[in-house]
Structures are given as C-alpha cells and as structure tokens.
Nanobody, 129 residues
Framework: QVQLVESGGGLVQAGDSLRLSCAAS????????MGWFRQAPGKEREFVAA????????KYANSVRGRFTISRDNAKNTVDLQMNSLKPEDTAVYYC??????????????????????WGQGTQVTISS
C-alpha cells in the first residue's frame, strides 16, 4: 500500500499558476506510475496527467496539454504538477494516484481511475475569474 499526500492547492485568479506536489510513502513496493486526476462538484473524476517511473513517458488530458506539466523525482518518490494559465474550469479537487503493479510501464495506459491502486486525500484548487 502506498500512502500519498498532496499539497499546493489554493485559490488563485485566472491566468495564474499553481504547483501541486504529491509525496509517496512506499514500504515494500516500487512505484510504476503516478498520476493526477481532478473532480469538480457534480462531475466524475477525470484524468489530468500521468507519468511512468521506468519508461519516463508522460500523458496529458487534451484540456490541460500545453498548460500543465507533470514531473517526478524518483529518489524522493514525489510527483509534481505545474499548472500554468489556469482557467476557472480547472477548479476542482485534485487527487494524486500511484500504481505499483509492473504489468504496464507506459503512461498511456494510466488514464482512468481504475488503473491506480493508491490515492491521496485530494487538494482543492479554485480559480476565480
């Protein structure tokens, strides 16, 4: 079981930037991929970005590509999400997720919540217009 703790959320204006961070406490397993999802009130949890640990590949949702950047620090077991040019529609609770099963190594696979086995508690991001 991987414990995940997100940080960095907050309230900013449209056009501003925020950086989210997720720290993973790994016990006996190694991380294969980590990702960020978000959930707005009344909506389903949606994919934002994913990164693979071994293949070093990344995957982004169309809605954030070019504005958000996911990055990782293997030694620290952390993943960050740099969010630029934020829009009011980016407002949501952002969740960090991790997967330790080595079955799939490419980030393209990790675009749905069911493909991650561990989740953080979430951090609120609010963008005012």
């Amino acid at each position: 079981q991987v414990q995940l703790v997100e940080s960095g959320g907050g309230l900013v204006q449209a056009g501003d930037s925020l950086r989210l961070s997720c720290a993973a406490s790994v016990r006996t397993f190694s991380i294969i991929a980590m990702g960020w999802f978000r959930q707005a009130p009344g909506k389903e949890r949606e994919f934002v970005a994913a990164i693979s640990w071994i293949a070093s590949s990344t995957k982004y949702a169309n809605s954030v590509r070019g504005r958000f950047t996911i990055s990782r620090d293997n030694a620290k077991n952390t993943v960050d999400l740099q969010m630029n040019s934020l829009k009011p529609e980016d407002t949501a609770v952002y969740y960090c997720a991790a997967e330790t099963s080595p079955e799939y190594l490419n980030a393209n696979y990790y675009t749905t919540p069911s493909r991650f086995g561990s989740w953080g508690q979430g951090t609120q991001v609010t963008i005012s217009s």
